[in-house]
């Protein structure tokens, strides 16, 4: 498989490339809600699956840019005969198609006791002393502490999405991630974590999270489970949703998800006020929006929902309404 250019992040497999571009086939094809909830899903079944299809969403918009009798074969569906070669070939024009992004930053064994953050609108993928990877949402602060007896994160705000590491040490020093409502400890895991005024909330991909919270006796979470917690330990535990780390590729993904809840979310990521009508806010939207094009994004749910977009302040204030 050919190579990710150098600033583009661990490669992505050869099958999740070739997904890919079957779901960019099958949108050209059928672009209704139901496809484009299909890719929805798939894109956030994993973290690997939304950072393919911002490839294939960049492919796309670079077709539509070029001369229609070049264009047009790109994506058309090709035969049945034809179709499994056609989505070999989109593969590898996903694998060799730059990303756009920094990629790993590698942080150094000496620099314990210290803060990494992200602006509005940015995101950051670190790899931290032990191998462990740690995606940055937007609007994020976490301080990083590495000594001889612990790994620990201190979440101040936003989100983080972490990929834990064996550590290479013996004895194993306990990873964790720490918020002002409680101590979450990795036991081998993928997780996401996202700090909320009065609650943590918690998404487990991978591995067990023992949580400790408020004097409360410590519980556990297991994999495909989602739970909020708060400083009295209280906590409810729910089945997982896959649409929660779709953000590490780039993507909003939506699933019959309220339509305020996705404008709260596309808010945090551009600086101005972003805000939802509330006659429509509990209207259900489904698909993939680009979180790094947050007004691309506003375009297709103006588009597919019969919305209306009203810009102000050179486009500092936005409110979406009924059209």
């Not at 050919?2 to 583009?8: H, I, L, M, T």
């Not at 070999?88 to 064994?109: C, S």
Request: glycine share 10%; proline share 8%; charged share 20%.
């Amino acid at each position: 498989m050919p190579a990710d250019p150098p600033a583009s992040g661990p490669p992505l497999p050869d099958g999740v490339l070739e997904q890919a571009a079957d779901w960019l086939l099958r949108l050209h094809e059928d672009d209704g809600p139901v496809t484009r909830a299909a890719c929805a899903a798939w894109c956030a079944q994993h973290p690997d699956n939304a950072r393919a299809w911002q490839r294939a969403e960049r492919l796309r918009g670079l077709v539509a840019q070029v001369p229609g009798a070049w264009a047009l074969p790109v994506l058309n569906r090709p035969q049945d005969r034809r179709r499994r070669a056609a989505i070999k070939r989109i593969g590898l024009w996903l694998a060799l198609l730059p990303t756009g992004w920094v990629g790993w930053q590698r942080m150094g064994a000496g620099t314990p006791g210290h803060s990494e953050q992200t602006a509005v609108g940015q995101r950051r993928r670190l790899l931290l002393p032990d191998g462990s990877r740690l995606h940055l949402d937007t609007d994020t602060r976490v301080g990083v502490d590495f000594d001889s007896l612990h790994r620990q994160l201190w979440l101040e705000r936003g989100q983080l999405y972490v990929d834990t590491a064996a550590d290479p040490r013996t004895p194993a020093r306990p990873f964790e991630v720490m918020t002002v409502h409680g101590r979450v400890r990795a036991l081998g895991t993928q997780f996401n974590v996202r700090l909320l005024e009065h609650q943590t909330r918690l998404a487990l991909f991978d591995g067990a999270l023992e949580i400790h919270a408020g004097g409360a006796p410590p519980w556990r979470l297991a994999v495909r489970q989602q739970a909020g917690f708060d400083s009295a330990g209280r906590h409810l535990i729910a089945p997982l949703d896959d649409t929660v780390a779709a953000w590490t590729g780039g993507m909003l993904a939506a699933d019959a998800r309220p339509l305020g809840e996705v404008i709260a979310e596309l808010s945090r990521h551009r600086r101005g006020v972003l805000r939802c009508d509330p006659a429509i806010a509990a209207m259900p939207v489904s698909g993939a929006y680009p979180l790094d094009d947050t007004d691309q994004s506003l375009a297709l749910l103006e588009a597919t929902y019969a919305l209306h977009v009203q810009r102000s302040a050179g486009g500092w204030w936005v409110l979406v309404g009924p059209r």
